[in-house]
């Protein structure tokens, strides 16, 4: 059973405008998220982090927002630029992200438009 | 320049062989993960170990193994044992259980293609 759950495998998104990832996910003991970039063949490079005390997290064009009742998060980037056009990872950690891993979502592609 | 290398980045390997995947990283992380990566899968952990001389079973454990005997270093066996082993392979670190850091740093990873 996947416990994050990113339920758009991709997303188009005009230059300039705003650009909106979604997570979900079903594990209550998660209390710190995190969002990757991939580029293909590369590995995720870390973007962005939020621990569940909190319920935004703002680092340049980057704010993710945690809804912990909902047990939903989001990533948003504005403006969206063409440098942003690549897989986005959700993911979600136990205990402040212990050393035991990150449960990862399936990823969305995203597609910046000229 | 600090940061966490794997090598190779392209790997083939026949049918029936054992082939290990090489991870170093130079941040002084205590922790260090494997990873795989399938086409429209999440990254699914395979093992981590959090010290040197011990490690522990991820999700996915079943035809891999490792070794931890230097901080530094965390390599990967796909053995015989594994029946779909052509995947993408990330290594990470990442500081362990201490103040809630969990930004990992990934590998630029390695695509194993079984022929």
């Known amino acids: 059973d996947q416990q994050v759950k990113q339920n758009s495998p991709s997303l188009s998104v005009q230059e300039g405008r705003i650009s909106i990832l979604n997570c979900d996910y079903t594990?209550?003991?998660?209390?710190?998220f995190l969002w990757y970039k991939k580029y293909p063949a590369e590995g995720p490079t870390f973007l962005i982090s939020?621990?569940?005390?909190?319920d935004k997290n703002e680092d340049g064009r980057f704010t993710v927002f945690l809804n912990k009742s909902a047990k939903h998060l989001s990533l948003h980037i504005v403006p969206s630029q063409p440098g942003d056009s690549a897989v986005y990872f959700c993911?979600?950690?136990?205990?402040?992200?212990?050393?035991?891993?990150?449960?990862f979502g399936k990823g969305t592609h995203l597609i910046i438009q000229p | 320049d600090g940061g966490i290398t794997q090598s190779p980045k392209y790997l083939f390997r026949k049918e029936g062989q054992n082939v290990t995947l090489s991870c170093e990283q130079n941040?002084?992380?205590?922790?260090m993960y494997w990873y795989r990566q399938d086409p429209g899968q999440g990254l699914r952990l395979i093992y981590y170990?959090?010290?040197?001389?011990?490690?522990q079973k991820g999700d996915i454990a079943e035809g891999y193994s490792v070794s931890r005997e230097k901080k530094e270093s965390f390599p990967l066996t796909v053995t015989s044992a594994q029946k779909n082993p052509t995947a993408f392979y990330l290594c990470?670190?990442?500081?362990?259980?201490?103040?809630?850091?969990?930004?990992?740093?990934f590998g630029q990873g390695t695509r194993l293609t079984v022929v």
């Open positions: 990470a670190s990442s500081l362990a259980r201490t103040g809630g850091l969990a930004e990992a740093f």
């Open positions: 594990n209550s003991m998660f209390d710190y």
């Open positions: 939020i621990s569940s005390i909190k």
């Open positions: 993911a979600a950690s136990e205990s402040g992200g212990g050393a035991d891993g990150l449960t």
């Open positions: 941040l002084n992380h205590d922790a």
């Open positions: 170990s959090q010290i040197v001389n011990d490690f």
